[in-house]
């Protein structure tokens, strides 16, 4: 089945560096897109990133630009999210998403708070 796994959250000072992992199984994240969301209590969960199947082509959301990087290894199987210089309003549960034969996959999110 397909599954993902998001991990590498925690507490960042503002400035701090973080690297979010997505684990996928059941499929290879090479042959499918991928996108990294975040949601914050009480507000809509928001696009931050995506990944063609290629790795080729990648997008972000304005307020990241510059900041985080998306990127994958397809020997790991695995999506990342690179985020640098973080900033307060960083702060969110992370999710990883998937589209594999037309279906939309999501892993169960890791926690980044960035505080100081």
């Known amino acids: 089945q397909v599954q993902l796994v998001e991990s590498g959250g925690g507490l960042v000072q503002p400035g701090g560096s973080l690297r979010l992992f997505c684990a996928a199984s059941?499929?290879?994240?090479?042959?499918?897109p991928m996108w990294w969301y975040r949601q914050t209590p009480g507000k809509e969960r928001e696009f931050v990133a995506?990944?063609?199947?290629?790795?080729?082509?990648?997008d972000y959301r304005d307020s990241v630009k510059g900041r985080f990087t998306i990127s994958s290894d397809n020997a790991k199987n695995t999506v990342y999210l690179q985020m640098n210089s973080l900033k307060p309003e960083d702060t969110a549960v992370y999710y990883c998403?998937?589209?594999?034969?037309?279906?939309?996959?999501w892993g169960q999110g890791t926690q980044v708070t960035v505080s100081s």
């Open positions: 998403r998937a589209l594999v034969l037309n279906t939309f996959y």
């Open positions: 059941g499929f290879t994240v090479s042959s499918y």
């Open positions: 995506s990944i063609s199947n290629t790795g080729g082509n990648t």
